[in-house]
Nanobody
């Protein structure tokens, strides 16, 4: 059974940085494209970033491009989301997800088979 566990969330001030991690177990991590999504209070869950199986291809949403960086360590079965220049509108629960069928990754939620439980990121002064 594939399990994803996010960590690293917290409360920070605008302009700060934070890195969230997602550890994957129970499957072959290098065979999954990985995605990050987020859900703010009262909002639908939205795509943030995805990374290909090998890590060489990344895609970002317009709202985070240039501020966030997704990476992965296939030796440690972990995917990361480095978030810089955080804004109050980045406040959300952040979820990682695994897609076993895509080589490059996708922004579509329905393409991801496995999901973590989420980690809260709060940006407030």
């Amino acid at each position: 059974q594939v399990q994803l566990v996010e960590s690293g969330g917290g409360s920070v001030q605008p302009g700060d940085s934070l890195r969230v991690s997602c550890a994957v177990s129970g499957g072959t991590f290098r065979n999954y494209a990985m995605g990050w999504f987020r859900q703010a209070p009262g909002e639908e869950r939205e795509f943030v970033a995805h990374i290909s199986r090998g890590g060489g291809n990344t895609i970002y949403s317009a709202s985070v491009k240039g501020r966030f960086t997704v990476s992965r360590d296939n030796a440690k079965n972990t995917v990361f989301l480095q978030m810089n220049s955080l804004k109050p509108e980045d406040t959300a629960v952040y979820y990682c997800a695994a897609d076993p069928d895509s080589l490059l990754g996708t922004s579509r939620e329905n393409d991801y088979n496995y999901w973590g439980q989420g980690t809260q990121v709060t940006v407030s002064s």
